[in-house]
């Protein structure tokens, strides 16, 4: 599974979400994990009730069970915060106790049929993905919202991008990415977007760095962060700090002539974003020629490339030694090893294979194995 910078969702494996962080969209996450994934009818306190897509219908009891919170106040405040945000919108009804919640972004494209009385709606818990649009947590930074760990958490997962030709680090495996010109982050940008300290933002990667290793740049150009548990079709390996800073000069080395104002981060992340294709390209053709010499090497016999200190290609066929002057085979002729003519005599003269000249004691030796 693939998903670049350009489509508006991305999948959350429901396995991966920390359930154990806190902020408000840990919240939201709870909510959109336990919502029905196809159209069908749900029964609470002997009420049978019609639900939708991306909804929920129940009580109070379930709704803090879901939320992992005590009391009902909490619960309510909660709701009505993501309500604000625009996360969700629930109603409940006083008189039958009822609670429906409805996600609203949501894919809406329903995964199955209805189901009927009876057949399972809701999905499993720690099974399948969520489909999180990529823009979900602009809202909270849009606010002015101080972000929790939850909240960081997702943003870095919503921003991740993956063999995206604007950003050349991302062809190694998924890296977090934020618009055009973020492909190179410092604490400092990211503390900003979060309304954290600078040191706060240290500790969140030291404790999450099973899921986002964090690759420092030399000098003052930032770190590259990557993500170690996004879904792709590829099976991708950290990458290590010598394949991060190899890209890095080959960006560097494209960019020599070219002049930009601004910070050394700045200027990284544009030249980055400028010079990527031309990087990826030289590294696509870089590894097409390991790929054939690898190849050549697999097949070279005791008499190939790797041991013959004569020619590699294209291979002898033929091979022969005779002085030439005065010889009835020759004439003065000089003939390559393929036996063709490349001297001056008007007439071509070919020698049987094996035949000896008898002014010579070198023979003709046929070395074409085929």
Same mark, same amino acid.
């Given at each position: 599974?693939?998903?670049?910078?350009?489509?508006?969702?991305?999948?959350?494996?429901?396995?991966?979400?920390?359930?154990?962080?806190?902020?408000?969209?840990?919240?939201?996450?709870?909510?959109?994990?336990?919502?029905?994934?196809?159209?069908?009818?749900?029964?609470?306190?002997?009420?049978?009730?019609?639900?939708?897509?991306?909804?929920?219908?129940?009580?109070?009891?379930?709704?803090?069970?879901?939320?992992?919170?005590?009391?009902?106040?909490?619960?309510?405040?909660?709701?009505?915060?993501?309500?604000?945000?625009?996360?969700?919108?629930?109603?409940?009804?006083?008189?039958?106790?009822?609670?429906?919640?409805?996600?609203?972004?949501?894919?809406?494209?329903?995964?199955?049929?209805?189901?009927?009385?009876?057949?399972?709606?809701?999905?499993?818990?720690?099974?399948?993905?969520?489909?999180?649009?990529?823009?979900?947590?602009?809202?909270?930074?849009?606010?002015?919202?101080?972000?929790?760990?939850?909240?960081?958490?997702?943003?870095?997962?919503?921003?991740?991008?993956?063999?995206?030709?604007?950003?050349?680090?991302?062809?190694?495996?998924?890296?977090?990415?934020?618009?055009?010109?973020?492909?190179?982050?410092?604490?400092?940008?990211?503390?900003?977007? !979060?309304?954290? =300290?600078?040191?706060? #933002?240290?500790?969140?990667?030291?404790?999450?760095? &099973? *899921? /986002?290793?964090?690759? +420092?740049?030399?000098?003052?150009?930032?770190?590259?962060?990557?993500?170690?548990?996004?879904?792709?079709?590829?099976?991708?390996?950290?990458?290590?700090?010598?394949?991060?800073?190899?890209?890095?000069?080959?960006?560097?080395?494209?960019?020599?002539?070219?002049?930009?104002?601004?910070?050394?981060?700045?200027?990284?992340?544009?030249?980055?974003?400028?010079?990527?294709?031309?990087?990826?390209?030289?590294?696509?053709?870089?590894?097409?020629?390991?790929?054939?010499?690898?190849?050549?090497?697999?097949?070279?016999?005791? !008499?190939?490339? =790797?041991?013959?200190? #004569?020619?590699?290609?294209?291979?002898?066929?033929? &091979? *022969? /030694?005779?002085?030439? +002057?005065?010889?009835?085979?020759?004439?003065?002729?000089?003939?390559?090893?393929?036996?063709?003519?490349?001297?001056?005599?008007?007439?071509?003269?070919?020698?049987?294979?094996?035949?000896?000249?008898?002014?010579?004691?070198?023979?003709?030796?046929?070395?074409?194995?085929?």
């Amino acid at each position: 599974m693939k998903c670049l910078k350009k489509f508006a969702w991305v999948k959350l494996s429901r396995y991966e979400i920390p359930l154990h962080a806190k902020g408000i969209m840990i919240y939201f996450l709870r909510l959109a994990s336990r919502a029905a994934f196809r159209k069908g009818t749900a029964r609470y306190c002997g009420h049978i009730n019609a639900v939708d897509v991306g909804s929920w219908v129940g009580g109070m009891v379930g709704l803090k069970s879901i939320l992992e919170v005590k009391k009902r106040r909490d619960a309510l405040e909660i709701m009505d915060e993501l309500q604000m945000l625009g996360y969700i919108t629930y109603t409940l009804d006083s008189s039958t106790k009822i609670l429906t919640y409805k996600i609203s972004d949501w894919v809406l494209k329903c995964s199955g049929k209805a189901c009927k009385e009876g057949e399972n709606i809701y999905t499993t818990p720690d099974y399948g993905f969520l489909c999180m649009p990529r823009n979900i947590t602009e809202r909270l930074v849009e606010m002015g919202h101080k972000f929790g760990e939850a909240d960081a958490w997702l943003d870095l997962w919503c921003h991740t991008v993956y063999r995206d030709k604007g950003n050349a680090f991302s062809f190694l495996a998924p890296a977090i990415q934020y618009g055009k010109f973020g492909s190179v982050l410092t604490l400092e940008t990211l503390g900003k977007r !979060w309304k954290w =300290e600078k040191t706060k #933002v240290w500790r969140f990667f030291q404790f999450y760095c &099973a *899921y /986002f290793p964090l690759h +420092r740049l030399p000098g003052s150009f930032g770190c590259v962060i990557y993500n170690r548990c996004y879904p792709t079709q590829d099976e991708c390996d950290d990458p290590s700090d010598e394949e991060v800073i190899r890209i890095l000069e080959l960006i560097r080395i494209k960019a020599r002539n070219t002049h930009t104002e601004g910070t050394d981060n700045e200027r990284i992340n544009r030249f980055v974003a400028w010079k990527s294709r031309k990087v990826i390209r030289d590294l696509e053709d870089e590894y097409t020629r390991e790929e054939i010499q690898e190849k050549n090497k697999e097949n070279s016999d005791f !008499w190939g490339a =790797e041991n013959c200190r #004569v020619a590699e290609i294209p291979p002898i066929i033929r &091979a *022969y /030694f005779s002085h030439g +002057r005065n010889c009835m085979y020759s004439r003065n002729c000089i003939y390559d090893c393929s036996s063709i003519d490349i001297g001056e005599s008007e007439s071509w003269n070919f020698f049987d294979i094996g035949a000896v000249c008898p002014f010579d004691r070198f023979a003709f030796f046929n070395l074409d194995t085929s």
